[in-house]
């Protein structure tokens, strides 16, 4: 499309394809991090850390605590660079879920 | 000069609220909230068992649409797209979480529960009064709610019974749209304390590149700064046929936000989606911006302009008009270029 809206279009409208196996979390792609500090602020689930890394260009770079996110898509958008991506959570226990599998199947209004 | 509001029975120090959501669902969060100075807090609603499957939510679950990197929480104009669902834990889990809450808080706990069997509304209703907490809002309204339920049938029924079990005050969050003023009446005749007008809408958008919904391929809830313009509306319109007080909830980004809710007659106002993209200090801002109104207008406390706005509505048959006529003329011209 080429057009300044898409240049930096935070997350991905869709849901990674590993979502039916594995929850997402996200996770930053450090050498693209400018260390910019936006995206601490964002995670509503103290999820994000500043980390120092002296080889980096920036010395700084931010880091996603696994344990604390929640996958909930925020942190992408306050990203200049779009250094988020998805990964899966190879740790977490329990299976995907379904909505109303056995109860309420009527869920349009 | 105060901004202490009385509201149903209880002293409060603000009449801003943290309202249900991801911002009252863990003990620490209350105490945020508290740190910054709410009024109260209303707690992540709770889903009874049939509704299990809605405490797993799906990831992710939040998309802020239009939303302007360089201005991020500034702007006036964004959307937070969601699919959150119901309080994650078990109805135990919710009883002790409002339990703990309540041992540490010093501002009131109002709980807030989903249900469709009136057996259900009832037994949570009683709970959640058991556990402390100062009033329950019943959440008849949730953009996730099933379609199956409705408010003629399954939701009056619910208000009927909870108010006829509890002691503490029943709030009850109704929609947007064309019958809320109705639904108010309804909600108000069979003995709630308040209505909180509104939840959000059920919203939708598609991305165009896979051509398919985006996120999860289904309706999710949808709010944000430009909501305020429909709730503000729903408020006055129901100031003016209620007496019980009402809540106010939607797009309040800032103190000018608040006040106009006042305006129009709300007591007072459930904040969420700026303290969820500006941070949990937008309480105190908010109350800070109020403050500096009330002694920019010389006013004691909000009480004093409530609903003073209603007081300078007109009615359309009363709107002076003036004829556009002779101005529209050259627009109108189709005689003298031969199409008639
Ligand atoms: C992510 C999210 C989750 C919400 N969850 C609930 C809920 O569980 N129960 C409820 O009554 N309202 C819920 N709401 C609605 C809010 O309580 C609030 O009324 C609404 O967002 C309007 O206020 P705001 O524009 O300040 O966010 C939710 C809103 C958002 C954005
Ligand atoms: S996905 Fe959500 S919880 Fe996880 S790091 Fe991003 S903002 Fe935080
Ligand atoms: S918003 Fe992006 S560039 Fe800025 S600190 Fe976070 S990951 Fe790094």
Redesign the pocket.
């Known amino acids: 499309m080429g057009n300044e809206q898409t240049k930096y279009p935070g997350l991905p409208p869709l849901p990674p394809p590993f979502v039916k196996e594995f929850p997402p979390i996200a996770v930053v792609v450090e050498e693209k991090c400018i260390a910019c500090d936006r995206c601490p602020p964002l995670c509503f689930f103290d999820a994000i850390i500043m980390e120092n890394r002296p080889e980096h260009k920036y010395k700084r770079t931010a880091v996603v605590v696994p344990e604390n996110c929640t996958g909930c898509g925020l942190c992408f958008e306050a990203c200049p660079v779009d250094a988020f991506l998805w990964t899966p959570d190879k740790t977490a226990g329990s299976g995907p879920l379904r909505a109303a599998q056995e109860t309420d199947k009527d869920m349009d209004v | 000069m105060s901004l202490t509001t009385r509201f149903l029975g209880l002293t409060l120090q603000s009449p801003v609220f943290v309202?249900?959501?991801?911002a009252s669902h863990d003990v620490n969060q209350i105490r945020l909230a508290e740190e910054q100075k709410a009024g109260a807090v209303v707690l992540?609603?709770a889903c009874s068992d049939k509704y299990e499957h809605m405490r797993s939510w799906p990831r992710p679950r939040?998309k802020l649409l239009d939303w302007d990197k360089q201005i991020a929480g500034r702007s006036k104009s964004f959307s937070?797209y969601?699919y959150?669902q119901?309080y994650s834990g078990t109805l135990e889990d919710y009883w002790e979480f409002i339990r703990v809450c309540k041992k540490h808080a010093t501002i009131p706990i109002i709980g807030?529960i989903f249900a469709d069997d009136a057996r259900d509304w009832q037994e949570m209703a009683k709970q959640v009064e058991q556990c402390g907490a100062d009033a329950v809002?019943l959440?008849i309204s949730?953009p996730h709610r099933p379609g199956s339920v409705a408010f003629e049938t399954t939701f009056v029924a619910a208000i009927k019974i909870v108010v006829k079990s509890v002691k503490i005050p029943v709030l009850v969050?109704l929609g947007p749209g064309h019958e809320v003023v109705q639904q108010c009446l309804v909600a108000e005749e069979f003995g709630a304390s308040a209505v909180s007008l509104c939840?959000?809408m059920r919203g939708f958008d598609v991305d165009i590149e896979s051509q398919r919904p985006i996120l999860h391929g289904y309706y999710a809830?949808i709010?944000g700064p430009w909501?305020k313009h429909y709730t503000l509306r729903h408020v006055a319109e129901a100031a003016q046929e209620i007496k019980i007080p009402i809540s106010g909830?939607?797009?309040?980004m800032s103190g000018e936000d608040v006040i106009k809710y006042v305006l129009l007659g709300a007591s007072t106002v459930?904040?969420?989606?700026?303290i969820m993209v500006n941070g949990w200090d937008s309480i105190s801002r908010i109350n800070a911006e109020i403050e500096e109104y009330l002694t920019r207008k010389g006013l004691n406390s909000l009480e004093q302009i409530r609903g003073k706005a209603l007081e300078a509505m007109t009615s359309p048959e009363d709107i002076i008009r003036w004829s556009g006529e002779p101005k529209a003329g050259a627009r109108n011209d189709w005689k003298k270029r031969g199409m008639e």
Do not use: C, F, H, M
């Open positions: 309202a249900s959501g991801p992540k609603t939040y937070l969601s959150e119901g807030s809002e959440d949730s969050k939840n959000r809830g709010g909501a909830t939607g797009g309040v459930q904040i969420l989606s700026v």
